[in-house]
């Protein structure tokens, strides 16, 4: 729905902050949805997920959401499905060049962008769609990347950790070992 779109980029702050608590929850429910299995839930939350965001933001489940680097709008619903936009040939008054009727998704999404608390990734470049994820469902996607994403970090912290106390073990052998000659060569 057009002036439900509309609305959603007029009301980008809020839905950034909706976004950002539903990531926590996403996260929260990872594990949980990891023992049930991603493969299991993709038909049903990609179902879900079509409807709560196509009526917000006219979404075309391409799969791979950027909605909160393009102020709420989606770039999916510009006719030349321009990720990185807008096109040179913008109409007056912000007009679609192909539909004249409609307003440019990238002009809506700079607007949406200022009122946002992260609006600054606008200038993100992003990738070139990438097709195998179309009807494939973005909050799992977001999940599982996340989810990765905190591993890795874990992992980085535990072998920063282990390194450093075998260097503090190491170093206070080292210690040991040269006070104890140093105490028997006192002693001769
Ligand atoms: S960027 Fe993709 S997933 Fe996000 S709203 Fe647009 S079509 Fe849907």
Redesign the pocket.
């Known amino acids: 729905m057009y002036w439900l779109r509309r609305w959603s980029v007029r009301h980008s702050r809020a839905l950034e902050a909706t976004y950002q608590l539903m990531e926590r929850c996403l996260l929260g429910i990872a594990p949980a949805v990891s023992r049930i299995g991603h493969s299991r839930l993709e038909k049903p939350v990609a179902a879900v997920e079509k409807v709560v965001?196509g009526a917000l933001?006219d979404?075309?489940?391409?799969?791979?959401?950027?909605?909160s680097s393009t102020g709420m709008s989606?770039?999916?619903n510009c006719p030349k499905s321009i990720r990185n936009g807008p096109c040179g040939g913008v109409r007056e008054g912000g007009f679609c060049e192909v539909k004249p009727e409609m307003r440019c998704v990238w002009v809506e999404g700079w607007q949406g962008a200022a009122n946002m608390q992260n609006g600054a990734q606008i200038a993100t470049v992003q990738f070139a769609v990438d097709h195998r994820l179309k009807g494939h469902s973005?909050w799992l996607r977001v999940m599982r990347m996340k989810t990765a994403e905190l591993a890795d970090t874990a992992d980085i912290a535990r072998t920063a950790h282990s390194d450093s106390s075998q260097l503090i073990a190491d170093t206070s052998s080292q210690l040991s070992r040269k006070h104890g000659t140093t105490a028997g060569e006192d002693r001769e």
């Open positions: 965001k933001f979404c075309q489940m391409c799969g791979q959401c950027v909605l989606c770039p999916m973005s």
